[in-house]
């Protein structure tokens, strides 16, 4: 990761660490990158989510694009998958999405696709850091050379027939409740539903700028749990806010997570014989009853680090098409070329229709360690969080956590890469125990969080 690029683009809060400023930089340097790169005028594709900020660094971004001679097709809202699909489909240079995920509305990002609708080799992210961050001006464009901005709003339709297209027959006579993450599936979700009959109903689908991921979505999902147990509903489903995540609940109002929903579409794909490389990919967050179940399943689970880039890494290199991480980001490689909460929605609720068992009963198949994950602010530079973590003092609480776990859990510490947070998670044969170490890690890591600040 360099000094503006993380794992998951240039993220910040709106007009104070990313402002327009920088987004119109961002965009200078990225067509002039990628006019290097392809030798011809690069179209881009931009889409973002429903944040209050996302048009004033979309405006900002677009000039910037333009003023060194890339087009640009403006797609509206539009899930961060639909960015990548579509730039594939329209032989685009590259795809930009403005979003910060299931961050809260003061956060906005900025990432980038390539041609190929995979996020940007770290070679040519350099390479656009490298230019926004140095002192000269940068060159633009002048008289025919400018870039244009064209609408790209009819496009979505493209991309959401693409989805129904990935199941067989439709999804009638399941009642479902979807929970939008007043984000960005709030302006596709109704029509992707519709076209494969599905019998659903809407929450958290009427964003105002400041309410995405408030209380709802994927990282909120008490309301949505109680509300599908109030309605009889069969099956909760809940995305983030730019929609490229997924998480479920059970007609009990339990949660069905991504280890969960990995273990049920690999044991359909091994039915189907379709599983490549004999298994899947997921990270080392991913829950030690899900390595069970694929140790007695005979299914090979490898673990990558945090961050969907490093699963897709490990996906193309090991030939696996299923991958993903337990916060629901999952990666139908078959279908698409980055995680893709909606793909997910429809082909879970497709198998738990074609089996003939209820949700609940697919993913009891997984029996879940008691895991607890608790967020310690901590510096801010990706450097400072590593060495944070590597300091005497957080290794040695680890190992003394290790040692009351007895054997029975693991300990995970890692550094956010979007946010100024150290993540502490503990799995252990007991919650009670798990909180116990995970708390005692955390406070050690708070301890020395302060003498390393000074």
Known sequence: MGKLFGTDGIRGVANETLDGALAYRIGQAAAIVMEQDTGKRPLFLIGRDTRISGDMLECALAAGLTACGADVLRLGVAPTPAVAYLTVLNKAAAGAVISASHNPYEHNGIKLFSGAGYKLFDELEERIEELILSEEPLPVKTHGDIGRIMDGSDQLEHYLNHLASTIEGDLSGMKVLVDCANGAASATAR???????LDADFISDAPNGININSGCGSTHLDALSRAVVAGGYDVGIAFDGDADRCLAVDATGETVDG????????????????LRGDGFVATVMSNLGLHKYCKEQNIKLLCAPVGDRFVLEMMIAEGMALGGEQSGHVIFLDHMTTGDGELTAIQLLSIVKQSGKTLHELASAVTHYPQILLNVPGPVTNADKKALIACPDVQEAVRKGEAMLEGDGHILLRASGTEALIRVMVEAGTQEKADEVAH??????????NSFQN
Request: glycine share 4%.
């Open 191 to 197: 029509r992707l539903f519709a076209k494969v009959h």
């Open 259 to 274: 280890d969960q929903m990995m273990a049920i579409v690999s044991d359909t794909m091994v039915k189907a014989g379709t």
């Open 440 to 449: 005692m890690v955390a406070n050690v890591v708070e301890i020395a969080k």
